[in-house]
């Protein structure tokens, strides 16, 4: 299932957003024009619908109500998410929309102005109900975080606990030892990697860590043999052999990875676990631009065996570069003095024209990104 259709209202930087979604999303915008905030509406669903989580939590989680409302907003306009669920990418099997407010006086708690779930055309929640008038406390929690009210889309609850938010800092996995205190909730970091690797039951394991060396192949072609391991005290690894010039080849640890190398196997060991959207934080960074260019091939062949979806926000020309994308798998986001609003690569006249000349995502839309002050930092770098 994939998240087929995106609505929001006065989230963070944008006003409005209306766009469909394909199994393959790069979202492109010069700094700060929200991406990071884009992804975050799916971090959020799922902050409500986890166990332990909720919709309390996960709005003051991101500093409340407030903070979360588009400050170009006038007055304060309700936060709304309306999100389409598809199988296979056309008629949508779910809709979900809430709408949340929040407490005009006392402890200005969020509570829900609507939430309403459909399956197919058929309306199968509508909130505020007669329950939810006669008491008003209801309303601070959404029917989607409780097991007894979420029965009839307990599906759609599942799919949103399982997005998955990926932000690899190799240092972190190499040394989460080093990385103390309470740490971020779902570990986005790869902190607790090595130990998800290893509560994988042994046959799922090995098939995914043999298909992850197989896709490095392109990338690290040294690297041989890969398999998850535990040292002395119980401490999970991954090691594999590093061929070099020397006869023979090295035995190398984690820690020994080149950063490139590491993000690699957690980006991949992500596309194979689950199928739920991955959110994917700038994959281009310490990786080399040859490898780079071949990451979206590289996606599309893993998420064939596996249908996940993958958004991707990114700066990099050489990710952007491959033909195969195409102008509706391609989010622009253009700051504006309302707010940043996001279109369709494939929808933007221009960049359409010259994508249907032949021109890349890269040559097409990316150029639109840069910071319009570029050429002055070039002529201020060369004083
Ligand atoms: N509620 C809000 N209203 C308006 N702007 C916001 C709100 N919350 C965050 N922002 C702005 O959004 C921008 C950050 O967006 P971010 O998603 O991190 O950008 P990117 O990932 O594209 O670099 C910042 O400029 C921040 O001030
Ligand atoms: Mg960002």
Redesign the pocket.
């Known amino acids: 299932m994939i998240v087929s259709h995106l609505i929001v209202k006065n989230w963070?930087?944008f006003r409005s957003v209306d766009v469909p979604l394909k199994e393959r999303m790069f979202l492109i915008?010069p700094?700060?024009?929200?991406?990071?905030?884009l992804l975050d509406v799916f971090r959020f669903l799922r902050d409500i619908a986890k166990p332990g989580g909720g919709l309390q939590q996960a709005v003051s989680q991101r500093g409340g109500l407030s903070?979360?409302?588009?400050?170009?907003a006038r007055r304060e306009p309700d936060v709304e998410i309306s999100v389409q669920l598809a199988d296979d990418g056309r008629t949508p099997s779910w809709e979900y929309s809430i709408g949340i407010k929040q407490q005009v006086r006392g402890y200005r708690q969020p509570y829900l102005a609507y939430e309403r779930v459909r399956q197919g055309t058929q309306l199968i929640l509508e909130r505020p109900d007669a329950h939810d008038l006669k008491d008003e406390l209801r309303r601070t929690q959404t029917h989607l975080e409780q097991i007894n009210t979420n029965e009839q889309f307990r599906e759609v609850a599942k799919f949103f606990e399982s997005v998955l938010y990926l932000h690899l800092v190799p240092q972190l996995l190499r040394h989460p030892e080093a990385f103390v205190g309470p740490g971020v909730p779902d570990d986005p970091f790869g902190r607790n990697f090595l130990e998800r690797v290893a509560k994988t039951p042994e046959k799922t394991r090995k098939s995914r860590l043999s298909k992850i060396e197989k896709a490095l192949r392109e990338a690290v072609p040294q690297l041989k043999n890969l398999r998850d391991t535990k040292d002395e005290t119980g401490v999970p690894h991954l090691e594999a052999l590093y061929e070099h010039w020397r006869p023979r080849a090295g035995l190398q640890r984690e820690d020994q990875f080149s950063d490139g190398t590491l993000r690699l196997i957690g980006l991949f060991w992500a596309l194979l676990e689950g199928d739920s959207p991955l959110l994917l934080e700038e994959p281009e960074l310490s990786l080399h631009s040859a490898i780079v260019s071949r990451l979206p091939a590289l996606i599309s062949k893993l998420q064939r065996q596996r249908k996940r979806q993958v958004l991707i926000?990114t700066h990099s020309f050489d990710l952007l570069s491959e033909k195969g994308i195409g102008g509706e798998e391609v989010l622009d986001?253009t700051p504006d003095q309302e707010?940043t609003v996001v279109h369709l690569a494939s929808s933007i006249r221009e960049v359409r024209d010259l994508l249907d000349a032949g021109l890349s995502p890269a040559d097409a839309a990316l150029p639109r990104t840069a910071p319009p002050g570029l050429d002055q930092l070039d002529l201020f770098a060369n004083e």
């Open positions: 963070r930087n915008g700094n700060a024009s929200g991406k990071s905030n903070k979360i409302r588009c400050l170009a926000s986001l707010g």
